[in-house]
């Protein structure tokens, strides 16, 4: 059981908007610790897609982007594209734990 | 930036492995390097992490007593040595590059492509 909750599963066409939401608790997220986004394709690298809640790294593109309020994040992909299938994972920081922790992660299909 | 790991594969209950991770494309005793592990059908884990001068180690519980995680800043290289592995320790393991201005703010900005360890009579 992953320490930050997840969807197993969202999907949308071509063109459209998506959003995957992370839930914490006032350990984590709610404690005000960063939420960061991952990209993992199977069998690849995870490739970071957000850092300190909302920001993008170079490379990225602006059809991501993210929001945190209290103890959730949530990540938004719009103009979907093909491509975009993938999983998406949250990670932040609980200080109960002191540990770096995860979303079980969510995929992403594009229909 | 690349990172690659190696040493995985399929070691018997009670078993011991050691993975490494090769990193080229920066200076790698400036950072923290992690662990992080996934089991099949489930979310990331942490695993272990170690500070550039490998002054600061932290372990996560579940694996705390039986691995070691250290570096070689010559070879610039990491390692996770496993012991008494179990079934529940497979999984795909990946070493990370941690960034950030404290543990608030940590996070991965590069990731190696992972090495399976498979825990099986």
């Known amino acids: 059981?992953?320490?930050?909750?997840?969807?197993?599963?969202?999907?949308?066409?071509p063109g459209q908007r998506v959003t995957i939401s992370c839930t914490g608790s006032s350990s984590n997220i709610g404690a005000g610790n960063d939420v960061h986004w991952y990209q993992h394709l199977p069998g690849t690298a995870p490739?970071?897609?957000?850092?300190?809640?909302?920001?993008?790294?170079?490379?990225?593109p602006d059809r991501f982007s993210a929001s945190k309020s209290d103890t959730s994040a949530s990540l938004a992909i719009t103009g979907l594209?093909?491509?975009?299938?993938a999983d998406y994972f949250c990670q932040s920081y609980d200080t109960t734990l002191t540990a770096l922790v995860?979303?079980?992660?969510?995929?992403?299909?594009?229909? | 930036v690349q990172l690659v790991?190696?040493?995985g594969g399929l070691v018997n209950p009670g078993g011991s492995l050691r993975l490494s991770c090769a990193v080229s494309g920066?200076?790698?005793?400036?950072?923290v390097m992690t662990?992080?592990?996934?089991?099949?059908?489930?979310g990331m884990e942490w695993v272990s992490s170690i500070s550039?001068?490998?002054?600061?180690?932290?372990?996560?519980?579940?694996?705390?007593?039986?691995c070691t995680i250290s570096r070689d800043n010559a070879k610039n290289s990491l390692y996770l040595q496993m012991n008494s592995l179990r079934a529940e320790d497979a999984a795909v393991y990946y070493c990370a590059r941690l960034i950030g201005g404290g543990f608030s703010q940590y996070y991965f900005d590069f990731w190696g492509q992972g090495t399976l360890v498979t825990v099986s009579s």
């Open chain 1, 1 to 13: 059981q992953s320490v930050l909750t997840q969807p197993p599963s969202v999907s949308g066409a």
């Open chain 1, 102 to 111: 995860f979303g079980g992660g969510t995929k992403l299909t594009v229909l």
């Open chain 2, 5 to 7: 790991e190696s040493g």
């Open chain 1, 81 to 85: 594209q093909a491509e975009d299938e």
């Open chain 1, 47 to 60: 490739k970071l897609l957000i850092y300190g809640d909302t920001n993008r790294p170079s490379g990225v």
């Open chain 2, 52 to 66: 550039g001068s490998s002054t600061y180690i932290s372990y996560a519980d579940s694996l705390k007593g039986r």
């Open chain 2, 35 to 42: 662990w992080v592990r996934q089991a099949p059908g489930k």
């Open chain 2, 26 to 31: 920066f200076t790698f005793s400036n950072y």
